[in-house]
């Protein structure tokens, strides 16, 4: 194989998604970083170009890159969350680019649900205002690991390094005040590109990384859960052939931990302990899995398991509740039934609940907790308590993205009403 | 820790497996939409990977709009046979027959759209409640906006404003009688990825995707095979050139492109200095700016 292509087979993936509001320039910068690390085609280019010069724009409008639906482009705005892909040689990128508009909550929570990292856009000549508080605070209730403020129009306040530095002291105020760990600033110019993909000519008291670098060099092995091993059962294997008449493998994805053959293991909810025989798939047995790889388990006892159980750590198990205290977003226009029946959705888990009590809401501009006001409606989170018909196998969101989170479905409709982290 | 790494194409692979055995496990009648073209081909290799040792636990379902590349079709038929595959065909001529459909007229006529018809009936009648595609996001505009788990209604349309959302990798398969979802296990894959997969796990595909001699003729820009289901224009004429197809779909609308590319390795460095998208060879969406969007919305793949 030549160079070149084995190069592409040794890439990484991270997952971001980006936060700003309406004209911070968001959908610029997607342009940007799309067309200068050359992700976009041709006949894309002129595709854009064709609809630019049709709304009578002056220049080619980036943002129409990302805005896919006839509504959007008739109105020029962001409906739903858009998926967009670019690679470097060192990693291939996915971005769940996300509306602004405040009644879009529920979009930016799904974009952030499975981010490595934030993308944070605030307007140089406006500074941290209402929408950076509320973004950032998603950003950290969804535990994406690493938050990178793009300060952004840097061009329109004369490339100031007291404007930039400014921004970065009154930022860092309100990562405090939430706890995010991890956070960097760059300034950039998303129309004209400086520190995007190339550094900017225009900023040389600026000598940390450009974007695109930044992206491409942060460590994100380390942000999955390898302490805990947890091991949702999604399927079971039993062939129907003579070759394979005894085998009965439970197929899945590893939530967190890491599993080796002999691994003491116990089966929930019946609590029975056994060993981990062999980690089988297509392509031969593994001598270790770890998250996020789809594997089957071959246990060495012939117990009863299947989907909706949950595989974990003989000395090392996830809390058996039925009583659950979470943060949810609610993302329907329904509002929340008080003492409301939803069904839960939790790993393979699936459980009727009932919502037992709001304990408060969270004014997400201002991060004031709200406890007079039990209405749960559509964007608004919350801090709830709920009863499940049966045992959940949960660890908290802080500790485990997958065995912390769930969705509520409403018996009624079907639809997915909320996003939950538990407690 | 570096033992825990995992490269793009295995994370890619284990969400794809992921996606596929949870339909497995949530619906009761699902099908697998299989065209021959390589997206399909990988969807189906992720399959198998998904249940192994058991063999894939649905059957594979191909909408026949009767204007194939007969290599396509034999590759097909190899592949069912090699790996014991059960393979539901579903052919447009029947919709027309039966007068469902109105085949169009004129030099650009397709089939392409009279699937949508052929399809949502096959879904009826076999009462299939989820029909996996390999869709990828990465392909056109419209599909940029899709779910993994898409709720389709009893008419099979799609509505992309009050889609559920999606978080996590929670899906939430559950509909009414009647409704269906189409679920598309390999959304995140780029071109690139599908590609470089195909030579990571050796995959075979229909040759026609390598390079080869070819009668060709030129319509807006694409090259066109010569075949007894595209009528040519008097001012049309009949080319031999070196080419290979980029995508396999309806052979009335998918153009060739020009190419020496003869190995897995000159595929991926030749999609890698492309300048355009592999949609740009399709005649199909070249119809309007909306042309994907409207067709999804009416139950298209």
Known sequence: ?423 | MKEYNINHLRELEAESIFVIREVAAQFENPVMLFSGGKDSIVMFHLARKAFAPAKVPFALMHIDTGHNFPETIQFRDELMDETGTRLIVRYVQDSIDQGKVVEETGFDASRNKLQTVTLLDGIEDLQVDCAMGGGRRDEEKARAKERFFSHRDEFGQWDPKNQRPELWNLFNGKKHMGEHFRVFPISNWTEMDVWQYIYLENIKIPNIYFSHERDVFVRNGNLLSVSDFIPMRDTETVEKRIVRFRTIGDATCTGAVESEANSLEDIIEEVAASRTTERGTRHDDKRSEAAMEDRKKEGYF
Not at chain 1, 175 to 191: G, Y
Request: with cysteine; charged share 30%; glycine share 6%.
């Open chain 1, 1 to 423: 194989m030549s160079d070149k292509t084995s190069g592409y087979l040794d890439m990484e993936l991270l997952r971001f998604t980006t936060a700003g509001s309406v004209d911070d320039g968001k959908s610029t910068l997607i342009g940007r970083l799309l067309y200068d690390s050359k992700a976009i085609f041709e006949d894309q280019m002129e595709a854009i170009e064709i609809s630019s010069q049709k709304r009578g724009d002056e220049e080619v409008d980036l943002a129409l890159l990302t805005d896919g639906l006839r509504a959007e482009r008739e109105q020029g705005i962001t409906i739903d969350v858009a998926y967009r892909y670019f690679a470097t040689p060192k990693r291939k990128f996915i971005i769940a680019d996300t509306p602004g508009h405040i009644q879009y909550t529920r979009n930016m929570v799904t974009g952030a649900s499975t981010a490595n990292a934030a993308l944070i856009l605030v307007d140089s000549r406006n500074g941290v205002i209402e929408q950076t508080l509320r973004h950032s605070y998603i950003a950290n209730l969804l535990q994406i690991p690493h938050i990178i403020v793009c300060i952004n129009k840097m061009d329109l306040v004369d490339y100031s390094e007291e404007t930039y530095n400014k921004i970065k002291e009154d930022y860092k105020k309100v990562a405090e005040k939430l706890n995010i760990e991890d956070v960097r600033f760059i300034p950039i110019s998303a129309k004209f590109g400086d520190n995007v993909v190339d550094a900017s000519e225009n900023m040389d008291w600026y000598q940390g990384a450009t974007l695109l670098n930044l992206l491409e060099t942060i460590e994100i092995v380390d942000d999955r859960n390898h302490q805990d091993a947890r091991f949702p059962v999604q399927y079971v294997i039993r062939p129907q052939s003579d070759e394979y008449h005894d085998y009965r493998g439970y197929a899945g994805r590893v939530a967190s931990g890491v599993f080796r053959p002999g691994d003491k293991v116990k089966v929930l909810p019946s609590g029975l302990e056994t060993t981990v025989k062999s980690i089988d798939t297509f392509d031969g047995e593994l001598d270790m899995a770890f998250p996020p790889q789809s594997v089957t388990l071959n246990l060495a006892d012939d117990i009863d398991v299947s989907r909706g159980d949950m595989i974990v750590s003989a000395e090392n198990a996830p809390k058996v509740e039925q009583e659950v205290e979470a943060m949810i977003c609610w993302m329907n226009e329904r509002a929340m039934m008080p003492r409301g029946k939803y069904t839960i959705k939790h790993t393979s888990n699936e459980a009727r609940c009932m919502v037992r009590d709001v304990k408060f809401k969270v004014n997400v501009n201002t991060l004031e907790e709200v406890t007079d006001d039990k209405q749960v409606g559509l964007n608004d989170i919350a801090c709830i308590t709920f009863k499940s018909a049966k045992p959940l196998f949960v660890d908290s969101y802080k500790e485990n993205r997958i065995t912390g989170s769930f969705i509520m479905i409403d018996e009624g409709t079907n639809e997915t009403v909320a996003a939950g982290m538990i407690l």
